[in-house]
């Protein structure tokens, strides 16, 4: 029964470490990334033009003068990336 008792308590410490390496990386890591990746997509689709958009979760990036900046729509917090693509001049 000792035995048993204690693979027990391994498996519920086990499952709580892996839902609280989880709980971090939803809640601090990937807002992060996910700021980022949105950034960098913003970036190729403005093309050094002017560009503005907004996802489903009311966040907008505005870019324009080869930056972009990131507001967020839950705390109004805002990141910025210089964009470094230039306008191409068509099929060369």
């Known amino acids: 029964?000792?035995?048993?008792?204690?693979e027990l308590n391994m498996t519920v410490v086990t499952v709580v470490?892996?839902?609280?390496?989880m709980a971090?990386?939803?809640?601090?890591?990937?807002?992060?990334?996910?700021?980022?990746?949105?950034?960098?997509s913003a970036c190729s689709a403005s093309n050094g033009?002017?560009?503005t958009m907004t996802d489903k979760d009311g966040n907008s990036v505005t870019c324009g003068g080869g930056s972009c900046?990131?507001?967020?729509?839950?705390s109004g917090s805002t990141n910025q990336k210089q964009c470094?693509?230039?306008?191409?001049?068509?099929?060369e």
Do not use: H, N, R, V
């Open 1 to 6: 029964m000792k035995e048993a008792t204690g």
């Open 24 to 40: 971090f990386f939803y809640l601090i890591i990937w807002p992060t990334i996910k700021t980022g990746l949105t950034l960098t």
């Open 84 to 91: 470094t693509q230039s306008k191409s001049s068509g099929g």
């Open 17 to 21: 470490a892996i839902a609280a390496l």
């Open 69 to 74: 900046t990131f507001t967020d729509a839950d």
């Open 49 to 51: 033009d002017t560009y």
